[in-house]
């Protein structure tokens, strides 16, 4: 008898419109919190970016003044862009592991290479370019 029943609830589970509905609204916040994740990287990023530039051109301003700063932003416009290419990196894993899982849920073929991991490889490139760049800049 147990049986019939669990085949029963597993017979409704994969009838029942709800459970899709469930999944669906999952995989969209999944998507939204993905793709917040990549504003929040980018601001991080480029705030990496302008700190490492705004300070060099103030050391090289002082340098025609004779009042020479040390480059002390260097290491903070290196740090944000390597910690945020390591947490997109991260988010981006957390990311398809999660969405893989859902997947799963709905017995369909998992798809890896949706908009939000598309755009989270993207940034990542794009991070790891930056770093490579104010490397060679400093």
């Known amino acids: 008898m147990k049986d019939e029943e669990q085949i029963s609830v597993t017979e409704k589970q994969d009838t029942d419109p709800r459970i899709d509905l469930a999944i669906e609204r999952t995989r969209l916040a999944l998507e939204r919190t993905q793709l917040a994740w ?15 530039r705004g300070f060099a051109a103030l050391h090289d301003a002082r340098l025609v003044t004779g009042d020479a700063w ?6 903070a416009g290196l740090v944000l862009s390597v910690s945020g290419t390591l947490l997109i990196t991260l988010a981006t894993i957390l990311y398809i592991k ?5 997947y799963r849920m709905e017995k369909k073929k998992s798809r890896i290479f949706d908009p939000g991991t ?11 370019l930056v770093i490579y760049f104010i490397l060679i800049a400093g």
């Open 70 to 75: 040390v480059k002390n932003g260097h290491l």
């Open 98 to 102: 999660r969405t893989g899982e859902l």
């Open 38 to 52: 990549i504003r929040t990287i980018i601001t991080m990023i480029t705030a990496g970016i302008a700190i490492d």
């Open 118 to 128: 598309i755009l989270s490889l993207l940034v990542t490139v794009i991070g790891l």
